[in-house]
């Protein structure tokens, strides 16, 4: 019998958090996708490993014998296929926003012409995994954007802050000014991210600077397109201040914003892996050059 190994990663994800929130989140996925893939996965195998109560999702007996072994398997599959890339010479670097991923597309062409027989793929993800595929094994290591859930799982070297403004439609009565008071944007209708991003979204809400006031969502949304659609129509969409150069909307503006922490950027790559000279060689050229931007 063949399973999907993206069935395993999410039923060790549930095993380990003990509820179907948690694992979504963990996971950058939605709590119905979630429970459709252990259904599957259940399917698949002609056994129940769940069993939900109050508390969460207990595992059956069937469950903690998967749940006993999964990890191993798991680990041992993504070695391969790391093991693979190495001799193929292949390095997966993930990225969210051409703003935090600055100069590293050179950084790239001078490392291919530095070693010729090695291959990158730069990949870009859109901010319903704000791991940039780091959390389900797609990239050996990704630029990110903190905070994020998981992260505490990551190495994760933190290269560069900044600052945060706002997206505005262009008829808006702020759009016309200059730096904004985040408390004049309160009572706006935001553009959010999934409530499966858990701390990325609110991040980007900025929950904790309003003290107490509840957000108004006006849109929810993962991929750029959108995002600016969104606030052309009518929405706002707190932004960092290199969207003014990366993104553009005819009807659309940006302004600075005062009153909430800028974001952070860094460079996070998976704890307790084999190590390897190409990748590190990258990672050092990404994170000194950035850290230079």
């Known amino acids: 019998m063949d399973v999907d190994t993206r069935l395993l990663r999410y039923f060790a994800a549930v095993a380990e958090e003990g509820s179907l929130t948690g694992a979504a989140e963990k996971l950058f996925v939605s709590q119905p996708a979630l429970t459709k893939r252990i259904r599957r996965l259940e399917g698949d195998l002609g056994v129940r490993l769940f069993v939900r ?9 069937a469950g903690r014998e998967l749940a006993a072994r999964v990890p191993a398997l798991l680990n041992r599959w993504d070695e391969a296929v790391r093991a693979t890339g190495r001799a193929a010479r292949v390095l997966r670097l993930g990225f969210l926003d051409a703003g935090a991923v600055g100069a590293v597309p050179e950084v790239i062409a001078e490392f291919r012409e530095a070693r010729p027989g ?38 994760v070297r933190e290269l560069f802050v ?31 991210a999934g409530t499966e991003t858990g701390a990325w979204r609110e991040h980007w809400l900025a929950t904790e600077e309003r003290e107490g006031r509840s957000v108004r969502v006006g849109a929810v949304t993962g991929r750029p397109d959108e995002w600016l659609g969104a606030v052309a129509a009518g929405c706002v969409a ?3 201040a290199s ?7 005819p009807d659309v503006v940006f302004r600075p914003v005062r009153g909430i922490p800028p974001s952070r950027v860094g460079l996070a790559r998976p704890k307790g892996r084999t190590r390897d000279a190409g990748l590190d060689e990258l990672l050092e050229a990404v994170a000194r050059r950035l850290s230079r931007s």
Do not use: C, I, K
């Not at 439609?169 to 200059?178: C, E, K, Q």
């Open 53 to 61: 109560s109050r508390s969460g999702m207990a595992l059956t007996e």
């Open 243 to 249: 969207a003014a150069r990366f993104y553009s909307h």
């Open 162 to 192: 900044e600052e945060r403004g706002v997206l505005l439609p262009a008829r808006h009565p702020l759009a016309n000014g200059g730096t904004v008071e985040f408390r004049e944007l309160w009572d706006e209708p935001f553009v959010a």
């Open 238 to 240: 707190l932004a960092p």
């Open 118 to 155: 090695w291959r990158v793929e730069l990949r870009q993800f859109d901010w319903l995994d704000p791991s940039a595929g780091l959390a389900r094994g797609e990239v050996d290591a990704a630029v990110v954007r903190l905070p994020f859930p998981g992260q505490e799982g990551l190495n």
